[in-house]
């Protein structure tokens, strides 16, 4: 079977969905839970681990997105939302987040990245079904 738009698209959005999940099932917990006096090194340490991770992860999903859109059916469409969604979340305020969470931990800046990282996995987790019915469909 050759490789299509839609069958990327599906790879990607389940590897980001995989990524994500993880993020808000494992990294962050541990993140949240770091004392004020190992925050600036724990902090520092996942920002610089995650980052290249994140930019191939986005990378993948971007293109897989891109390509799919160019000839799209509703669950195409549907996949590409959502997934719009989480990376847009990621650069509007998960990103901003990190960048002040940098100079020390607040617990209200903590909560705003936590909430907003579940919009993140929600919407990562919904591009996959969407994706799925664009390959087999």
Known sequence: MPTTPEVLLLGATALHAGFQLTVTTLVYPRLADTSPADWHRVHGR??????PLVAVVYAAVLAACAWALLDPGPA????????AVALGTTAALAAPLHGRLADGPDPRLLARLLAADRVRAVAAAAAVPAALVAAVG
């Open 46 to 51: 996942h920002s610089r681990a995650i980052t």
């Open 76 to 83: 195409v469409v549907l996949a590409a939302a959502a997934s």
